[in-house]
């Protein structure tokens, strides 16, 4: 057992103070607040946050062992935790993590005997342009990103550096900005966009402006936005909410951390717009807890933009006000899904609704409620400027506009690319990416929950019903890029491992389908006879019959890695 | 908004059956006399659609849908065991009987035996394993027999006792049914109202007495064994 100071009672009290009386909604904020502090959250502190917050102890006991970044007893002081997800896991992560338990004697899930250190391996970080990548946790310090891991820096206790790496055909939401650091707002300017629609346009006519675009969600599922607004707008039952959806952990998808880590104020415009025209005056920030950078830089932009006045109590002086407050995620993939993201605001284990009814009418605390991802929001306020035509120059009918892509694993420059939709893969990866590194195998679009192309189908035009009519899918944007010295069975280990890691286990299909999987795709090399028949059997049974889009998704790169390579699943 | 119609009408494997609005498909077919399996189901609790067993086809849709949960509208065609909807069955009893002991679950033990499940069909697969938990003079907990439905820990809460002992601890494959910090049920909030052992449909949870008697003890020496179990105690320190 490692040697710990017991936590004082005279602290977790005035913790527990901070939050008391809020009820359940503040319970994420409050174990964050006891993890940091303590790096634990033990039964004392679950019962005095019980009393404090009115939430039975087992349930918070439930809560904490949903979340994989809270720990219900004590680790090492540090946790350093290495990325061995697909694009790190090309990037040496195995190697790494090897050699960090070397150093300290240990083994991956393991603690020194000292008490300082623990080891954990971990699915994909967010940070695949720079793998392989490592989070680190110090006791009453937090979080820090190691973007390329580190061993030396992270044992001598240095801070972590990354810059992001950008590229832009269009340069709407990327173009010359420092990449180090978090654009200003005295150089972002001032929200004309936001100035625009509160002196000028009635809701409606942002709605109507926003549904022109053509503009549709860039988290993944590419639903209309206009039309989720104006059924929000619409929707009875008071207050409205907008939530931001800045929980990005597909593995491979990094476009919505470079944008909150660079140009924070665009998305802060993008949702003030956003809650203007369908009637809300509070928003949340729903950030994976795994970017604490992007979390510091989005607080500050927030405080910048609360001192301008162009967000709190009665914006330029328009009569409209908007709190927003940025709650942070604890290490759990499901949580990105809308309905599991609502019930983690509320102080709950992640677990994913039944939908109908869905978030336009019922979302977060029940109420309406428009959910949107980071880079969904970051469109917003060019259209407001400049019309819905204007971003129809790009793109095709169906795809309109621009989108990031987060291009990762054997190019020359991984990075997130700004291109307009219909351009082909190819030119993402030859012109942009400056070409791939060694001779092209494949390429997994869409992330884990994506599906493998062949060489031969990179002159696709990368919209979503060109990748739809063969079959792929454009999903949050992510292209993994794999060259021919990878061993294709080895990136579905590790896709097998992520799902089981991150099933929320509500449901049979994907709570057991996820384990089984895993478990075949670890012998793939050695299988047992009937194992491609059990694949195809637990794919088809989690695809059609999960709950949520997390087991609906689970098998979709072994299926498609099983008609592209045949030769990989013996019978 | 239009006023929903009181009644809706829809066909299930080929019958046209009409009902009020607002019934589910399961209730539909049921009283059709189309039986359609379930296992997280219960009267006495909310639907919260988990096992997936009573998945039905509607339309020919890209998913299937539980029956449990989806209200019938007009015109729905379903289908309740077409080939996709058995292929879905089948591979959640092979799986769920491979990770769990469904042997005192004996509505289960009907479904794998309709749906032909193949008891070797995963045959390294991880078993969930659990100790027996003895810890109360009322029943014992023997999560090995546990199908995560649910049931008892909604009863233990808002679906009846507000009591909140039990909770989920873990996720995904490792989830699992304990109290805060693992402590002993004399240690919880447990007021050994029962209800839970009432609804559990696998005998994971089960009378002391039944449990005893099987071990081959008697009645005396099950009250005896169970003495100094009943009193609730001063939470202990987890380290
Ligand atoms: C398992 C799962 C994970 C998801 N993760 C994210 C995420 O990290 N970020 C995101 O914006 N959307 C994510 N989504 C999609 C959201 O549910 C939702 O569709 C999206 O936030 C809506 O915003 P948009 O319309 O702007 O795309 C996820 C969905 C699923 C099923
Ligand atoms: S599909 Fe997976 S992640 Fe979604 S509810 Fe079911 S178990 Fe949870
Ligand atoms: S017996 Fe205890 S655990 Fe079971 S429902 Fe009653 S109070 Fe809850
Ligand atoms: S113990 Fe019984 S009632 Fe509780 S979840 Fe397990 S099988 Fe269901
Ligand atoms: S009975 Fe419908 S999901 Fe379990």
Redesign the interface.
């Known amino acids: 057992?490692v040697d710990q100071p017991s936590p004082e009672p005279v602290t977790l009290e005035r913790i527990a103070a901070g939050f008391a009386g809020r009820g359940r909604e503040a319970l994420l904020p409050a174990l964050w607040a006891v993890q940091t502090a303590y790096g634990y959250i033990?039964?004392?502190a679950?019962?005095v946050l019980s009393q404090a917050l009115s939430v039975?102890?087992?349930?918070?006991?439930?809560v904490i062992?949903?979340y994989?970044m809270f720990y219900?007893?004590?680790t090492g002081r540090t946790i350093i935790r290495v990325c061995t997800s697909p694009s790190c896991g090309l990037a040496g992560a195995d190697r790494a993590l090897h050699d960090l338990c070397d150093r300290l004697g240990i083994a991956p899930g393991e603690t020194t005997p000292d008490g300082q250190y623990t080891v954990e391996q971990t699915t994909c970080l967010g940070l695949c342009e720079h793998a392989p990548a490592a989070l680190v946790s110090r006791q009453g310090a937090g979080e820090q990103q190691y973007a390329p891991l580190d061993i030396d820096a992270i044992l001598a206790g240095q801070p972590g550096h990354h810059a992001a790496v950008i590229g832009s055909m269009t340069r709407v939401l990327l173009r010359d900005l420092p990449t180090d650091r978090a654009q200003t707002l005295a150089e972002y300017g001032e929200y004309t966009a936001l100035q625009r629609a509160l002196s000028d346009l009635m809701p409606e006519e942002v709605i109507a402006k926003i549904e022109a675009s053509g503009l549709v969600g860039r988290g993944g599922a590419a639903f209309p936005t206009g039309l989720k607004w104006s059924f929000t707008r619409r929707a009875p039952g008071a207050p409205h909410y907008v939530v931001c959806n800045a929980d990005e952990s597909e593995p491979g998808t990094f476009k919505d951390r470079v944008l909150l880590e660079i140009r924070p104020h665009l998305l802060l415009e993008g949702l003030a717009i956003c809650a203007y025209a369908i009637g809300a005056e509070q928003a949340y920030i729903f950030i994976r807890g795994e970017y604490p950078l992007a979390t510091e830089r989005l607080q500050q932009a927030i405080a910048e933009a609360e001192a301008a006045g162009y967000l709190g109590e009665n914006i330029l002086g328009s009569g409209f006000s908007l709190r927003v407050e940025v709650r942070r995620g604890a290490g759990?993939y499901i949580c990105g899904e809308e309905t599991a993201l609502f019930e983690a605001i509320e102080g709950k284990?992640g677990y994913p609704r039944?939908k109908p009814p869905f978030p336009t009418t019922h979302g977060l605390f029940g109420k309406p409620t428009v959910i949107n991802n980071v880079e969904t929001l970051c469109k917003v306020p060019g259209i407001i400027n400049r019309g819905g035509r204007w971003f129809r120059q790009w793109g095709t009918d169906l795809s309109t506009g621009i989108k990031l892509v987060a291009v990762s694993g054997h190019v020359r420059r991984p990075g997130v690319y700004e291109i307009p939709l219909g351009v082909t893969l190819r030119h993402v990866l030859e012109e942009l990416c400056g070409g791939v590194v060694g001779e092209l195998q494949a390429v997994l679009m869409g992330g884990a929950a994506g599906t493998f192309l062949k060489p031969e189908e990179i002159d696709v035009r990368l919209t979503f019903e060109d990748l739809r009519a063969i079959g792929s899918t454009l999903g949050s944007g992510a292209i993994m890029v794999f060259n021919d010295t990878v061993d294709l069975r080895d990136v579905l280990r590790r896709i097998g491992e992520f799902f089981?890691?991150?099933?929320?286990?509500?449901?049979?299909?994907?709570?057991?389908?996820?384990?089984?999987q895993k478990?075949i795709l670890e012998r793939l090399a050695a299988p047992?006879p009937g194992d491609r028949q059990?694949l195809a059997?637990?794919g088809?049974?989690m695809t059609?019959?999960?709950?949520c889009g997390l087991g609906?998704t689970a098998a979709a790169a072994v299926l498609s890695a099983m008609r592209q390579w045949p030769e990989l699943f013996p019978a | 908004m239009a006023e929903p119609a009181s009644t809706v009408t829809l066909t299930i494997d080929g019958q046209s059956v009409t009902v009020p609005a607002n019934t589910t498909i399961l209730e539909a077919a049921r009283s059709i006399g189309i039986d359609i399996p379930t296992?997280c189901a219960h009267d006495a609790t909310t639907p919260?659609?988990?096992?997936?067993?009573c998945?039905v086809d509607i339309n020919r849709g890209?998913?299937?849908q539980?029956a449990c949960?989806v209200p019938c509208q007009d015109g729905m065609v379903v289908e309740t065991a077409n080939d996709?909807v058995r292929?879905?069955r089948?591979?959640?009893l092979e799986?769920?009987n491979?990770?769990v002991d469904l042997s005192q679950a004996p509505a289960i033990q009907r479904y794998l035996a309709e749906y032909g499940a193949d008891p070797q069909?995963?045959?390294?697969?991880?078993r969930r394993e659990h100790p027996v938990l003895d810890d109360n003079a009322f029943y014992i907990r023997d999560y090995n027999k546990c199908v995560?439905c649910w049931r008892c820990v909604q009863v233990c809460?808002e679906d009846a006792q507000y009591i909140?002992?039990?909770?989920?601890?873990?996720?995904?494959?490792?989830?699992h049914i304990?109290?805060?910090?693992d402590i002993p049920m004399p240690e919880?909030?447990c007021v050994f109202c029962g209800q839970c052992v009432g609804v559990c449909p696998t005998n994971a949870l089960k009378p002391k007495i039944e449990w005893g008697l099987e071990q081959g003890l008697s009645p005396d020496q099950i009250r005896e064994a169970s003495r100094g179990l009943r009193r609730r105690q001063k939470?202990i320190?987890?380290?």
């Open positions: 057992m033990g039964p004392e679950v019962q039975p102890e087992a349930d918070i006991y439930g062992g949903f994989s219900d007893r004590p759990a284990r039944i089981q890691h991150e099933s929320c286990g509500k449901c049979y299909p994907c709570q057991l389908g996820t384990q089984r478990e047992l059990r059997d637990i088809q049974t059609e019959s999960s709950l609906q | 296992i919260r659609g988990l096992c997936r067993l998945v890209r998913l299937l539980p949960i996709r292929t879905s089948r591979t959640i799986m769920l491979s990770a069909r995963f045959p390294e697969g991880r995560m809460a909140f002992a039990l909770s989920i601890d873990a996720r995904g494959f490792n989830s304990t109290t805060a910090f919880s909030t939470p320190r987890v380290e």
